[in-house]
């Protein structure tokens, strides 16, 4: 079906269309032809930039480091003070797995468990804690065996647990009865705002500038694209969006608008009743519940790191917010269920949440990510609805969207082209 195209489905997103359309078109990939052709054709020499990068979170960051690191001159920038809290990737943790519902993401992080080793080396600092996830749901569901199946598939290092050895290894979790249990072995946690700090930093060694506190406040297209921000106007290239839960204001000024949908996440921490007993030297994973009575949709947690005693532990849906006003939304919904699904499997922690902060989720209708060229204007990239699962992907997402901003396809192993041409 895609013989001429090397783009997978992931990728084809957010134009409005079905799954059907988007898995016949080849669009994409005649849009990267024509950024080329028209590039070797029509290049001024009056950008300041080859690129600018809107917008400073992990996608951002790790785009602007690989323009940087093919000798593009990239600005990057951001509206508010940096370090900040207010989009979505802030926090001290992530998860990172290869366990995923779908081969894709699997075939994404092989390579990506690399990219942030790289980064780890080159930078001399500790990223990654390898601790496990714990797959958990219904033996019969769709959703577990999804899971299991792709693990099995991709053979990617695993345990199954069973209802006997299952509180063995982890003694701090009531298993369901006729839930399956795996165990990812590569997962495990990113720190996320020391990885943040770390590209960023690597960027701007490598010549490139960031400029925070300065908010983009009109975008102009053309064959150079003109950018005003609250102290400036630039111009570049080519120019790529990655504000994370403001995309469509800023899509706004292109005439675009994606299907996506902005919520609030609580952020909640909850107390051992043990100090210490859920911690990475007890060797408690990274956890997901893909369906259980209290919940229609992921539970997921981290071991105790970032606040000494405490663990996150948090539900994957949230209520519809603006994300300039993200107090206004005071949905605790999902803490009730958190604290009924904690009360009854994690007896070993006080179910009653010790902190609640706050991030945000840019969702897609099927939450897949939305990387692209604009449809219009061809030296506008596009990374956006990262749907709440991002972050591990932070240095793969930069690769393709630094590729296409350069005019390049998006260069996949052979394994992901192949998986196009079923
Ligand atoms: C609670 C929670 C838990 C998560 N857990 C995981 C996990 O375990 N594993 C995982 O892989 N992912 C996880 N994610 C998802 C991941 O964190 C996100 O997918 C990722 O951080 C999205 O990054 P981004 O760069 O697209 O957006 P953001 O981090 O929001 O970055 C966008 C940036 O653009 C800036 N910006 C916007 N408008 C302008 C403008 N006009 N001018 C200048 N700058 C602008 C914003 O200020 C912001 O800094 C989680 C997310 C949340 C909220
Ligand atoms: O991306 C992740 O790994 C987590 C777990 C599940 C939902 C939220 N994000």
Same mark, same amino acid.
């Given at each position: 079906m895609f013989q001429s195209c090397s783009v997978p489905p992931p990728f084809r997103n957010g134009r409005g269309q079905s799954k059907q359309e988007r898995e016949t078109c080849s669009c994409v990939c005649e849009r990267v032809v024509r950024v080329s052709s028209y590039r070797k054709t029509k290049m001024s020499?009056?950008?300041? &930039? !080859?690129c600018i990068v809107i917008g400073a979170g992990v996608q951002g960051s790790f785009t602007a480091y690989q323009l940087a690191q093919h000798n593009q001159r990239t600005l990057l920038l951001e509206q508010?003070?940096?370090?900040?809290?207010?989009?979505?990737?802030?926090?001290q943790t992530r998860i990172i797995r290869k366990? &995923? !519902?779908?081969?894709f993401y699997t075939h994404m992080m092989e390579e990506c468990y690399e990219l942030w080793a790289q980064l780890e080396r080159e930078a001399g600092v500790k990223l990654y804690r390898q601790t496990g996830l714990l797959v958990m749901g219904p033996e019969n569901s769709v959703s577990y065996q999804q899971y299991k199946s792709t693990l099995q598939k991709n053979k990617v290092p695993m345990v199954t647990l069973t209802p006997d050895n299952f509180s063995q290894h982890i003694p701090q979790i009531h298993l369901n009865e006729g839930d399956g249990a795996v165990v990812d072995v590569t997962a495990g946690v990113l720190f996320a705002d020391r990885a943040l700090k770390t590209v960023q930093g690597q960027f701007q060694k490598l010549g490139g500038i960031i400029r925070d506190?300065?908010?983009?406040t009109d975008i102009e297209p053309g064959p150079i694209v003109t950018v005003s921000t609250t102290a400036g106007v630039y111009r570049a290239k080519s120019v790529v969006i990655?504000?994370?839960?403001w995309a469509n204001r800023l899509l706004a000024h292109t005439g675009l608008q994606l299907p996506l949908e902005v919520v609030k996440i609580n952020v909640c921490y909850w107390k051992e009743k043990?100090?210490?007993?859920?911690g990475v030297e007890q060797r408690f994973p990274c956890f997901l519940v893909t369906e259980c009575e209290e919940a229609r949709a992921h539970i997921y947690g981290l071991p105790?790191?970032?606040?000494?005693?405490l663990l996150k532990i948090c539900y994957h849906i949230g209520g519809r917010t603006d994300p300039d006003q993200t107090?206004?939304?005071?949905?605790r919904s999902d803490i009730d269920i958190l604290q009924r699904y904690i009360a009854r499997?994690?007896?070993?922690?006080?179910?009653?949440?010790?902190v609640v902060e706050s991030c945000m989720y840019t969702m897609t209708p099927d939450s897949d990510f939305v990387l692209d060229c604009h449809p219009t204007y061809s030296n506008i990239v596009i990374g956006a609805g990262?749907?709440?699962?991002?972050f591990k992907f932070g240095p793969i997402i930069g690769k393709l969207l630094c590729e296409l901003s350069m005019g390049k396809e998006m260069g996949l192993s052979a394994d992901m082209s192949s998986e196009t041409k079923k």
């Open positions: 020499t009056t950008a300041e &930039y !080859d508010f003070v940096l370090p900040h809290t207010r989009g979505s990737s802030h926090g366990a &995923y !519902d779908q081969d506190k300065e908010k983009v990655t504000a994370g839960p043990v100090p210490g007993s859920h105790s790191n970032e606040y000494p005693g107090n206004k939304q005071r949905d499997c994690l007896p070993g922690l006080d179910p009653e949440p010790a990262f749907s709440g699962h991002g």
